[in-house]
Structures are given as C-alpha cells and as structure tokens.
C-alpha cells in the first residue's frame, strides 16, 4: 500500500471509528463552504506541483481544514483531482456559444475573433487551468483525456463543421476541415502555452486585440479562396 493510500486509510479510520475516546476527537463540524474551500487549495497546488507532488496534507493546509474533511466530499486524492476538472469543464462554455453566434452569418473575420478572445479571456481570467490540464497530461492522469474527449473534441467539432460549410461556399479552400480547425485553435493555444508555462506574460507586454486581428488575418489569408471577398481583414 502506498503512504499516501495509507494516510488515507488512517486518517478515515481514525474518524470514523465508533469508540468513546475516538468520539472525543471526531471531525469537527463542517462549515457549508468547505468543499469550495478545499477545492480552491486543490486547484493552486495542483497547477504549482502537480498531481503527484501535492498531498492531501497540504489541501487541507491551504483550506483550513481538518486533513479528514476532504475524505468527507473526496473517497481518494485522484478524485479530488477528477471534481476539479469536471469543475473546470462545467465552468467553460463561452467558445461554443462564440461559433452559434456568428455561424448563421457566416462573418469568418467576428468568428474566428471571437473564439480567440475567448480562449484568452478563459486563460487569463484562470491561469490554473492551463497548468492544471498539463499536469495531468504528463502525468497520465486519465482526466485529461476525458477532458479532450468531452470538450476539445467538441469544439474541433464545431468548428471543423463551420469551415466545410464555407468550404462548400466556395468561401474556403478545400482542405481538411478537421486539420484547419486545429490549425487555428493552436495558434492560440501556442501563445497561452508560452505565456503561462513559460513566463511570455513576465517578459514582454501583449497588446491582445492586435495579436488576436494579427492570428485571423494570418488564418484567412491562408484558407479563404481566391474568389472571396466576404470577409477582409
């Protein structure tokens, strides 16, 4: 058994136990927060050290609570880290909502805008969530693919459908949708990548609206047909 499964074992034990002397020493009672409170501590530990480099011991540090509490809401420190990512999801659902907004009209220019504003405002408003998602990547933590299959998917959906329909305009190229639409949201995942994993944001200041009209402009260049004029930079 590992120490920390065994810490857990022990800990859980030691509170749930029925004896008189045991009673005495039972987890206090809880305050409604609580679980916001240790998922909080969770979150900037975890985007600091990782998911192997955090202890249930420092959670309950950094929340304020009994080691035990956590117990209470998360039956093993993994699933503790699988809460904040499905956390982290439910939180997330401005892109789609960027694409429904500006499909009908078919504005390449107002779409693809706007899902790069949101993918940074995302970013920069919870520097965490980047860190976390590569954490658990390099780590092997199968919430990361959860969080791939459920939600990057779904926007690589989204918005490979958007760029065949503008392919079947006339309006793009004919090129693979599905790799378009990667192309463009790794451009912008590029640049949060250097800017909150490795210090960009320290080193040099970011005028936001000229990087964004500078991706799209690059992007539509690339993809618009010939004949299009819909949509200029």
Do not use: W
Request: contains cysteine; aromatic residues 10%; charged residues 30%.
């Amino acid at each position: 058994m590992s120490t920390e499964k065994a810490t857990e074992k022990a800990v859980l034990e030691e509170n749930t136990t029925s004896s008189p002397r045991n009673q005495e020493h039972a987890v206090p009672q809880e305050k409604p927060n609580t679980r916001e409170k240790i998922l909080d501590s969770a979150i900037q530990l975890f985007a600091k050290k990782g998911f192997n480099g955090t202890t249930t011991k420092e959670i309950a540090k950094g929340a304020e609570v009994n080691e035990a509490l956590i117990f209470r809401h998360f039956s093993t420190k993994r699933d503790l880290f699988g809460a904040i990512i499905e956390k982290k999801i439910d939180e997330e659902p401005g892109m789609e909502e960027a694409i429904e907004r500006h499909r009908d009209s078919k504005n390449d220019e107002l779409l693809f805008k706007a899902i790069a504003n949101r993918m940074f405002e995302k970013c920069g408003n919870d520097p965490s969530f980047m860190r976390l998602l590569h954490f658990s990547a390099l780590e092997g933590h199968e919430l990361s693919d959860m969080f791939f299959d459920t939600y990057v998917e779904y926007i690589n959906m989204l918005l490979c459908d958007y760029i065949e329909i503008r392919i079947k305009d006339g309006a793009f190229k004919d090129v693979n949708a599905l790799y378009a639409s990667q192309a463009f949201i790794g451009m912008v995942v590029n640049h949060i990548i250097v800017q909150e994993l490795f210090g960009g944001k320290k080193k040099f200041k970011t005028d936001m609206e000229e990087l964004v009209q500078t991706y799209v402009t690059i992007y539509l260049r690339g993809i618009q047909s010939n004949t299009n004029h819909r949509s200029k930079p």
